[in-house]
């Protein structure tokens, strides 16, 4: 007898359609922007404009219920089933012996319904499961826990292996969060879609606004910094909002979010290493973000890989001793690169600082004071080469290195993915040599002119 074949809770026809509305946004506003602005702005253009909404609506609403009508999934003693489609269908089997994980996520659709979205995660898994159930209720949760054998993350008791994100650290991190670098070209992006929206006599006043004094372009830049950074601390919110880290057995349970809210499993001998990052506005603070690489994880998104998104630096070695002592290890006590490289981490910086302040003195309204971007650039340099260090003792390896934020790379030797060591014309000449070890898709250190004894002898320790 064939197992029944089931449907999705009707939930998952609304969200079939926001997601196929999602993915036609771009075409949708763009129509809407022509048919606005291409005869003039008037109520016809509106009307036009609402009726292509209305139209690119009315079809994301009907490809969700098609969706929604040719998605069946089944479950058999080898495997779970998945099949969609009917005009081109696709057939997912995934066996129940592959199965890590069920990780659930609900949206506002799905708390408005009552429902989850389970991800089936296999070790392969990534930003999206396997096998992807849009809709199902809380009795077909516990139903395919019971299936692959997954237990329910249970509340917590009082002293238990738990660490939440409170209030107040969740603002502090919002506001320390400094994703700045993210936002700023999308700011830009947005500008200039705005001025090219409005024509040529509107492009000519925008014109008029482009600052032609110093004064104007530090204003300017004030004001983009300051957009930036406002965007950047409600996404912070928005991704962290009810953090949670757990640890159950050999896996680490991660909830998040405030509009999605999502609960990940981890197992832990997936995990490669742990990268502790200070950025710009916390070091002061004496605060970090962990992070976490994982197999098969290379494709997920920055917060998913979060394993705290805030912490108190001196808390670090006691947080992983509790949550991941496979990882744990000192931030401190690194040893750091020989004295006379100090000129080697200065120089390049510095060279470029000088470069850039020629051209804006050149190009730019600014004068020679341009120039003295030597001067901070040149103390970036040293700032790297005063974070600069190193540490393998007990088959656990510490790497910490500065770019815009210091971070420091734990994990144990063997979780490498690769090492190498490089060596240019002039290290060469200088008996110097860097050492690069790759531990995963996002997570890999190097440490810079090292003596070319110890970065060969750390090379070798390390094969």
């Known amino acids: 007898m064939s197992p029944e074949r089931r449907r999705l809770h009707r939930a998952a026809i609304a969200v079939y ?3 196929a509305l999602r993915e036609a946004a771009l075409p949708v506003v763009v129509l809407f922007g022509i048919s606005v602005f291409s005869g003039g702005f008037d ?11 209305l139209i690119g609506t009315s079809l994301a609403a009907v490809a969700g219920w098609w969706r929604w009508e040719t998605t069946r999934w089944w479950v058999t003693p080898e495997a779970l089933h998945h099949r969609s489609g009917m005009i081109t269908t696709k057939e997912t089997d995934v066996p129940l012996s592959r199965i890590q ?13 009552g429902v989850q979205a389970v991800h089936v995660q296999t070790a392969g898994g990534g930003a999206r499961g396997e ?40 603002l502090l991190g919002a506001l320390t969060a400094g994703q700045i670098g993210v936002i700023l070209p999308v700011l830009a992006g947005v500008a200039q879609l705005s001025q090219n929206a409005f024509g040529e006599e509107s492009g000519e006043e925008a014109i008029r606004l482009i600052p032609d004094a110093t004064g104007e372009w ?52 997936r995990v490669r290493a742990v990268e502790v990052v200070e950025g710009v506005l916390r070091r002061p603070l004496r605060l970090a973000a962990l992070r976490i690489e994982v197999i098969g994880h290379a494709q997920e998104p920055a917060a998913a890989q979060t394993l705290f998104p805030l912490l108190r630096r001196a808390e670090v070695r006691e947080f992983l001793d509790r949550l991941l002592p496979e990882l744990a290890d000192d931030l401190d006590g690194l040893a750091r690169p020989p004295r006379r490289a100090l000129r080697r981490y200065v120089l390049p910086p510095a060279a470029l600082g000088l470069a850039v302040g020629a051209v804006a003195w050149a190009f730019a309204p600014v004068g020679p004071w341009a120039l003295a971007l030597v001067l901070p650039a040149g103390g970036y340099g040293a700032l790297r080469f005063r974070a600069a260090g190193w540490r393998l003792e007990g088959g656990r390896l510490a790497i910490r290195s500065l770019g815009i934020a210091r971070s420091t790379v734990l994990a144990p030797g063997v979780n490498r993915e690769s090492h190498a060591i490089a ?8 008996h110097l040599a860097d050492v690069e070890v790759a531990f995963g ?20 320790r390390l094969a």
Do not use: C, M
């Open 17 to 19: 359609a926001l997601n």
């Open 43 to 53: 109520a016809g253009a509106l009307e036009r404009g609402a009726l292509y909404a």
């Open 101 to 113: 994980a069920l990780d659930l996520e609900q949206g506002p659709i799905q708390r408005l319904f």
């Open 131 to 170: 096998i992807v159930l849009e809709a199902v209720g809380a009795d077909v949760v516990r139903e395919l826990r019971e299936l692959v054998g997954t237990q329910a993350p249970a509340p917590a008791p009082e002293g238990a292996i738990e660490r939440r994100l409170g209030t107040r650290a969740l």
């Open 218 to 269: 530090v204003l300017a830049a004030a004001v983009l910094l300051g957009a930036a950074w406002l965007l950047s601390v409600a996404g912070a919110v928005v991704a962290f909002s009810g953090f949670a880290v757990s640890r159950d057995r050999d896996r680490l349970r991660i909830r998040r979010g405030l509009v999605a809210r999502r609960e990940a499993t981890v197992p832990v001998a």
């Open 423 to 430: 060596q240019t014309l002039l290290q060469r000449r200088a």
């Open 441 to 460: 898709k996002q997570t890999g250190a190097a440490v810079r002119h090292l003596e070319a004894a110890t970065a060969a002898d750390l090379f070798a």
